[in-house]
């Protein structure tokens, strides 16, 4: 039986859709960085790098967009220390709370292999930065990069958890919430990092391997989207309803004819190079939209 739903909805607006696709390419870039440097030769190393530095900036918005919900942004600091103690709050039980300490760790992380990564590809000739480069491939970088992956993943897989353990129709009603926009924002870092590397040959020669892994991540996207709407049961209507098929069409042309591309190599070479990873961030921007404000309407 579907769960009884006793709150009004939250009416978010689209800074959140914003914040809730911005999570996933960013936790995404960070892990799929992470995987090209311990899985890949040195020749994808300019792509890890690329991953690194979208990550930081991505994430740095985020914060933005969250304080902005708020209504009252200067209080968004209560939320990681107590204002009357001055000590640090940490809320296991609390969905909000696990998720803004995660957001602040996965910021550090992210924080500094941007640094690391500036400093290995010599955009800036500081010392300090230039050490920091030298250390991504030594035994602690390599350690700190799969650290910060973890909080990665928890990160891109954290918005979609947050909608599932609330109380709202169509949002509590499935389980795969929190995988689905994982892969989803997995997919969309792969295609960030593919059309930011247009015009960087160094970068340009992972593309084969990230359309590779785009391919799987589209795959299990596409397996979790029929699953969440099998699980929706009877609220399925909710969001297959009015306008919304619309958004669901932008959703299919996002994930199948960029698999078809990659399956059929002519039909690749006939569309411009920056149609397909465009077609995915377009699909992986509309899947939250119908998402979060069906579930709303």
Not at 31 to 52: E, K, P, Y
Not at 136 to 146: C, K, Q, R
Not at 168 to 173: L, M, T
Not at 260 to 276: F, S
């Amino acid at each position: 039986m579907p769960g009884e739903h006793f709150v009004v909805a939250p009416h978010w607006e689209w800074y959140i859709l914003l914040y809730f696709f911005f999570a996933g390419l960013s936790g995404g870039a960070f892990v799929i960085g992470t995987m090209l440097r311990l899985f890949g030769g040195r020749a994808d190393f300019a792509a890890s790098r690329l991953g690194f530095l979208i990550s930081f900036p991505l994430l740095l918005v985020c914060p933005i967009l969250l304080t902005i919900d708020l209504g009252q942004p200067t209080r968004f600091w209560h939320m990681l220390v107590d204002s009357a103690t001055g000590t640090p709050v940490f809320k296991p039980y609390s969905p909000m709370s696990l998720g803004v300490w995660g957001l602040t760790l996965f910021g550090l992380f992210s924080f500094v292999m941007f640094l690391a990564a500036i400093g290995e590809g010599g955009y800036l000739r500081w010392r300090v930065l230039a050490g920091a480069g030298r250390t991504m491939d030594s035994a602690l970088g390599i350690v700190f990069m799969v650290i910060g992956a973890i909080f990665g993943l928890f990160v891109a897989a954290y918005t979609g958890v947050l909608l599932a353990v609330s109380n709202q129709p169509v949002w509590s009603d499935t389980w795969t919430l929190g995988g689905l926009f994982l892969a989803s924002g997995l997919s969309g870092a792969a295609a960030t990092i593919l059309l930011l590397s247009r015009g960087r040959r160094e970068a340009a020669v992972t593309d084969g391997k990230l359309m590779e892994a785009d391919r799987y991540f589209i795959i299990l996207e596409l397996i979790l989207i029929a699953l969440f709407l099998i699980t929706l049961g009877g609220v399925v209507s909710k969001v297959l309803g009015g306008g919304w098929i619309i958004l669901w069409l932008v959703v299919l042309i996002g994930t199948l004819v960029p698999l078809v591309a990659e399956w059929r190599p002519t039909m690749r070479r006939q569309l411009p190079p920056v149609i397909v990873p465009v077609l995915v961030l377009v699909g992986v921007l509309a899947l939250r939209a119908v998402i979060i404000f069906s579930a709303q309407a």
